[in-house]
């Protein structure tokens, strides 16, 4: 499935004040579980580190991170990159006429990616999966880390990640140029590329596989189908939400065995 069309014509929706897509950016903050799971662990890393000089968001696409990191980090210059010029375009309007300053919005191919800055934190989410050269990646950005500095990634895991379960079966989501990473694979290629230190954890464990199902993979599904689904998918919302918020609730509390997401910490 092309997965990219379907998020640009939501894009374009939302973007036409910056009132609907500070709308858009609450939705996907309720809907999509990565980001229960990538909001928890930057609100964990703020508690040792409150004032960062700097944070690069390697990836950024629709910018929802960028924000959430711009109201969580006052007075910390945010620069956020992307391969893809409509996003940074999209993300330069909305900022400016939001009057959020100290956010920096570039495009970079992350497998050339270079800078005069130094980092605290580098965040990087459902980018590694799109990616082929992931250890020069991995060595891009170590390399504006400052001592100390973390990268946090959110990807899938060679657990069915992409809604692969077994040999030939093609990716839920076209773009993805691979199923997911293995916990030891990931590990090995950020030592790989120097890091000190990696903790992995799993995501979408039982209860995310069933919220991701019910509140991304159907609708969507529907939607590749037919546009019409737009007219019904508020609807559809209101009925599975609630079930949704307590399984994304109960995912990000429990550690998981085994599960389709990881959550990656590599520092400097």
Same mark, same amino acid.
């Given at each position: 499935?092309?997965?990219?069309?379907?998020? !640009?014509?939501?894009?374009?929706?939302?973007? +036409?004040?910056? *009132?609907?897509?500070? $709308?858009?950016?609450?939705?996907?903050?309720?809907?999509?579980?990565?980001?229960?799971?990538?909001q928890?662990?930057?609100? $964990?890393?703020?508690?040792?580190?409150?004032?960062? +000089?700097?944070?690069l968001?390697?990836? %950024?696409?629709?910018?929802?991170?960028?924000?959430?990191?711009?109201? $969580?980090?006052?007075?910390?210059?945010i620069?956020?990159?992307d391969? +893809?010029?409509d996003?940074?375009?999209?993300c330069?309007? *909305?900022?400016k006429?939001?009057?959020?300053?100290?956010?920096?919005?570039? /495009?970079?191919?992350?497998?050339?990616?270079t800078?005069?800055?130094?980092?605290?934190?580098? @965040?990087?989410?459902?980018?590694?999966?799109?990616?082929?050269?992931?250890?020069?990646?991995? !060595?891009?950005?170590?390399? /504006? =880390?400052r001592p100390?500095?973390?990268?946090?990634?959110?990807t899938?895991?060679?657990?069915?990640?992409?809604?692969?379960?077994?040999e030939?079966?093609?990716?839920?989501?076209?773009?993805?140029?691979?199923?997911?990473?293995g916990v030891e694979?990931?590990?090995?290629? =950020?030592?790989?590329a120097?890091f000190?230190?990696?903790? /992995?954890?799993?995501?979408?464990?039982?209860?995310? !596989?069933?919220?991701?199902?019910?509140?991304?993979?159907?609708?969507?599904?529907? =939607?590749?189908?037919?546009?019409?689904?737009? /007219?019904?998918?508020?609807?559809?919302? @209101?009925?599975?939400?609630? =079930?949704?918020?307590?399984?994304?609730?109960?995912?990000?509390? %429990?550690?998981?065995?085994?599960?389709?997401?990881l959550?990656? +910490?590599?520092?400097?």
């Amino acid at each position: 499935m092309e997965y990219d069309p379907i998020k !640009k014509q939501l894009g374009d929706v939302f973007n +036409k004040s910056p *009132f609907l897509r500070k $709308l858009f950016y609450k939705l996907l903050d309720l809907l999509l579980l990565r980001c229960w799971h990538i909001q928890r662990e930057i609100k $964990l890393w703020k508690k040792n580190n409150p004032s960062p +000089k700097r944070i690069l968001d390697a990836g %950024m696409g629709f910018g929802q991170y960028t924000y959430y990191m711009s109201q $969580l980090f006052t007075n910390t210059p945010i620069d956020a990159v992307d391969v +893809k010029e409509d996003q940074v375009s999209d993300c330069t309007t *909305f900022f400016k006429r939001s009057g959020i300053q100290d956010v920096n919005f570039s /495009v970079a191919d992350l497998t050339a990616y270079t800078s005069n800055q130094s980092y605290d934190l580098a @965040l990087s989410v459902d980018v590694m999966e799109h990616i082929l050269e992931d250890v020069l990646v991995f !060595k891009n950005i170590l390399a /504006v =880390l400052r001592p100390g500095g973390m990268l946090l990634i959110s990807t899938p895991s060679d657990q069915g990640g992409s809604d692969v379960s077994g040999e030939g079966e093609e990716s839920f989501i076209g773009e993805h140029v691979r199923d997911g990473y293995g916990v030891e694979e990931i590990q090995q290629k =950020l030592k790989t590329a120097g890091f000190s230190k990696t903790e /992995v954890l799993y995501s979408y464990g039982w209860p995310g !596989k069933i919220s991701w199902r019910l509140s991304m993979k159907y609708p969507i599904s529907l =939607l590749s189908a037919s546009r019409l689904f737009f /007219v019904i998918l508020p609807f559809y919302y @209101l009925l599975v939400y609630p =079930l949704c918020f307590l399984l994304n609730a109960l995912d990000t509390r %429990m550690k998981h065995p085994t599960g389709t997401g990881l959550i990656v +910490k590599a520092w400097k």
